[in-house]
Structures are given as C-alpha cells and as structure tokens.
C-alpha cells in the first residue's frame, strides 16, 4: 500500500477503475444466472455457467474489500472520516445520475417537439425557402424528378406536372413566342422535357412508401436500368402526346405522361382509360390546359362534360407534384415554384446596379399550400424597397 499513499488523485482513479470492474463483475453474475433461467440448456452447460458465476462473485467480494480499504487510505490522506469520503462519493453518483437523467428527459421533448405537426410545418416552409430555382430545362428536369419520386414513394400515384417550356439551350429567364402555337410547344418544349422526366424517374410498386427507406441498394440497381421511351402523338392541333417509360424491371414499373390535355371530353375518356390500365403504376399529367374544375364551364354538345372531369380526375386524386411558372407582376419577371412536399415559393428577378443588364433572383416568401396569385405577387414585391426603386 506505500504506492498508494504518495498521492490521492491516482488513488482516486485507481479506485474508479476498481468500481468499474465490480460493477461489470456483478453485472456478469446477473446476467449469466438471468440466461440460465429463462432458457434450456444442456447440463453440462449449465454447470459451467454456476461456477463462472461462483467465481465472479467471489471476484467481486475481493475487490469490494480493495476498495474499502482504499477508501480509507484517501480518508487518512484528506483528514475526513471513511464516512464522509463514502458519502461524497455516493453525492457525485447522484449528480451524475441526476445529469443523465435530466439529458434524457431533455433528448425526449425535443424528440417530442420536431415530432408535433407544428414543427413539421415550420420546416416544411422554412426548407422550402432554399430550394434553387432552376435555369434551364435540364435542371428543371432533375428536379422535377426528384419531386415525382418523392411524391410516388408517399403513395401519390397520380401527378400533375407543370413545366416552364424551356428549350433546350435556352434559359429560365428568356423572352419566348411560340407562333406555332401548341405544336411548337410541345414540339420544341412539351415533348423534349416530358421525355427526359421519364427517363429520369424511377417508380417500382414494390418499393413504394416506407419499404424504400430499407431498400437502397435494391433501388440503385432498379436506377441503373434505363427505360425505353415510346411517344405517340393524340392530337397533331392540340399539341397532345402520350409518352411511355417501358420500365427495364419490368412492366408492373411503367410510367405513363399524357403531355397537353385540354378540356375537350376525348382526353377526359382517355384519362379514365389509362388511369384504369395503370392501376397502381405513376401516371403523370403534364401542362393540362385547365387550372380547375371550373375550367369546363358549360358545354351544349357536352352537358355532362363538368361532372365527368370532377369524378374522373378531381375526385381521383391528381396532385401538383412539381410547378414551375414565369410571369410578369407590376413590370417585374418573377417565378412561382412548387416541388412536393415543400410550399409554393415565390422570387422576382433584380437588375444588378452594377450590371444594368444583368440580373439576379430574388426570394420574396412563401404562400404555404396554396398557388401565389398576382396579387400575393404584388404584395410582397411592395413591402421590399429594392423593387420600389427598381423602376
């Protein structure tokens, strides 16, 4: 013991260890009498298991008595009594289960917290303030997909997409005519990024909702095989196709896009038959020429026209998964974003003072789930002085 006696702070270490080791030492002979009782064993297995037990205890009883004469030791070192050593010692154990205790209450109502539909819509529209507005049709296209993707793995089979006709080569903000009317768009615009979205998307059944989460490397395989894109022309005047992603996996993973729907009751039957055919395979509805049910009005060859969409598409579920929209409000170019599951963003384009002919976006706010109107548009783009003074 003269080792021991030089200094109290190793003497303290030392004996942690040591209550460490009995600790571990009793924790051992408790769980080995715990497994032989609650499971069968052979016996001679069981023999074995009562003399580890034996000799643990024993073990532990040595180093109880190490310990109390250690106890000591620091007591004589530190002019106090075993007694106080022993209850400023069982004082620390209490603060620190008191510590870990109150840093797992703590860990619980946070948990608890960014669990509350309050807190998941705070984030919701806070993340959705730094989604990058894309500039031209190929970053459109990625995260147009991204968004589909999201949208299928949350059980949304039927989508609405709403692209920004970019050209390829072109840029977001670009003067464009289209005197071709709707079979330049889709011609130059409508076809080209529908195409590339299906070449994009993957959207296999069997790995929908939460069972993709658990189903990386089973979804980078799907990835990597490429599906074969067909596309039929509807209406030459209309502008309308219907493009399909043969799925590489297979046919139970197909994505089909009817690309310029309008109004007209054909493509309303055309909706129901291949929403029917799809099942529960991703159907998309890209560009449709309405905004809502409204849009049918009243129709004298097609009284009925009304009823049918609100049951064949309103009724069925058709979703804006992905919106991107270019317009002018009070002379200023701004841009409306929506990309599942965040809310509608909306930003406005600034000259740069040092570059008159340049300029750059600018985020203005959010409209939460519903879609921005001029007027939103007016409204923030009066409360910031930037674009007071911008004309």
């Given at each position: 013991m003269s080792s021991i006696s030089t200094s109290a702070v190793p003497l303290r270490v030392h004996a942690l260890l040591l209550l460490l080791a009995v600790s571990h030492a009793f924790t051992t002979t408790t769980t080995n009498t715990h497994n032989n009782r609650s499971t069968i064993t052979p016996a001679s297995k069981l023999y074995a298991?009562?003399?580890?037990?034996?000799?643990?205890a024993n073990e532990a009883k040595l180093m109880l008595e190490r310990v109390r004469k250690m106890r000591e030791e620091i007591a004589s070192l530190e002019g106090k009594s075993t007694e106080q050593v022993e209850r400023e010692a069982e004082r620390r154990a209490e603060e620190r289960k008191s510590n870990a205790l109150r840093a797992q209450a703590e860990r619980e109502q946070l948990a608890m917290s960014r669990s509350s539909p309050e807190?998941?819509?705070?984030?919701?529209?806070?993340?959705?303030?730094?989604?990058?507005?894309p500039e031209n049709a190929g970053d459109q296209v990625r995260q147009a997909a991204e968004a589909v993707e999201r949208a299928f793995r949350d059980g949304k089979t039927r989508q609405i997409v709403r692209f920004e006709l970019i050209p390829e080569g072109e840029v977001l903000n670009q003067d464009r005519q289209w005197p071709g009317g709707a079979e330049q768009m889709v011609r130059e615009a409508g076809k080209p990024l529908t195409q590339n979205l299906l070449s994009e998307v993957r959207a296999p059944v069997n790995l929908t909702a939460a069972s993709l989460g658990s189903?990386?490397?089973?979804?980078?395989a799907v990835r990597l095989k490429k599906p074969n894109i067909i596309t039929q022309d509807v209406w030459d005047f209309d502008g309308s196709a219907l493009i399909t992603a043969e799925a590489g996996t297979g046919p139970s993973d197909d994505v089909q896009a009817l690309v310029f729907p309008n109004t007209d009751n054909k493509y309303t039957r055309d909706i129901r038959d291949i929403d029917a055919a799809m099942q529960d395979r991703l159907f998309l509805l890209i560009n449709p020429f309405w905004r809502n049910v409204e849009s049918w009005g009243f129709n004298l060859l097609a009284p009925k026209a009304k009823e049918?969409?609100?049951?064949?598409i309103f009724d069925r579920g058709f979703e804006e998964t992905y919106v991107l929209n270019k317009f002018s409000v009070r002379g200023e170019e701004c841009v409306a974003l929506k990309v599942y599951p965040f809310d509608w963003q909306l930003y406005a384009y600034l000259e740069d003072e040092y570059s008159p002919s340049a300029e750059y976006l600018v985020h203005l706010g959010s409209t939460g789930g519903v879609e921005p109107t001029s007027a939103d548009f007016g409204r923030f783009l009066g409360g910031r002085e930037e674009f007071k003074l911008n004309k």
């Open positions: 298991s009562s003399s580890t037990s034996d000799d643990a807190y998941i819509e705070e984030r919701r529209v806070a993340d959705g303030k730094f989604l990058i507005v189903a990386d490397a089973e979804m980078n049918m969409a609100q049951e064949v």
